[in-house]
């Protein structure tokens, strides 16, 4: 991906009142590579699950992301929309480090809550390079100050053309605790890097320690 940042258009309505409007493109720092980050199948799109939820958490502060079937083990840190009102991410630099979005509910709580992270950076893959490999039914962890471990299930993922993000889709709450992991993804090219994002679904399903 070039060094060269890359902005999708604004959208152009005002969010839901449980999650407060942001930008959606990450910041574009990267590589370009022959082969490119994996893209999700275009089958897990279509969301659902059997699965039932669990029961909302309180509000904790999350602090680290696990998901083992991608070796993901990352910390996280705050992020919040930069000058231009655009969804922020960790610096490219620190590649195994995610951020969450701290304007909207923490994860386990009954809303939608934010993960963002880079998917490369100018030394190569970053810590959500392998997201688009993921499969519906597998999982995301992320561990809370409270101690407890908020697990959730995919149930779906999907990727996104950068100038038509489905913003509702993507940060409307359904009313249960949910969770979008997002990074970039899709075609890439020097002058605008990558094309879009992909983007994660996940409902809590498991609370594990205490709470």
């Not at 149930?155 to 970039?184: M, Q």
Request: net charge neutral; hydrophobic share 35%.
């Amino acid at each position: 991906m070039s060094s060269a940042e890359a902005r999708p258009r604004r959208p152009s309505w005002s969010f839901l009142a449980v999650v407060f409007l942001i930008g959606v493109l990450l910041v574009h720092h990267g590589v370009s590579r022959a082969d490119g980050p994996p893209q999700p199948d275009p089958g897990a799109a279509q969301l659902g699950t059997t699965t039932p939820p669990a029961d909302p958490l309180a509000a904790s502060k999350p602090v680290r992301v696990r998901i083992p079937q991608i070796g993901v083990d990352a910390p996280l840190t705050g992020v919040g929309r930069d000058a231009e009102g655009w969804l922020d991410a960790p610096p490219p630099e620190k590649a195994n480090l995610a951020g969450w979005y701290t304007k909207a509910v923490t994860p386990g709580e009954r809303g939608t809550a934010v993960i963002d992270g880079h998917v490369d950076n100018a030394k190569g893959p970053a810590v959500f390079y392998g997201l688009g490999s993921l499969k519906k039914g597998e999982h995301i962890e992320v561990d809370r100050a409270d101690g407890t471990t908020a697990v959730f299930e995919i149930h779906g993922i999907d990727v996104v053309d950068k100038n038509a993000f489905p913003d509702r889709k993507v940060y409307g709450s359904t009313g249960l605790p949910e969770l979008r992991v997002i990074t970039c993804g899709g075609s890439y090219s020097k002058r605008g890097g990558y094309s879009g994002n992909v983007v994660l679904y996940g409902l809590l399903t498991e609370v594990r320690g205490d709470s």
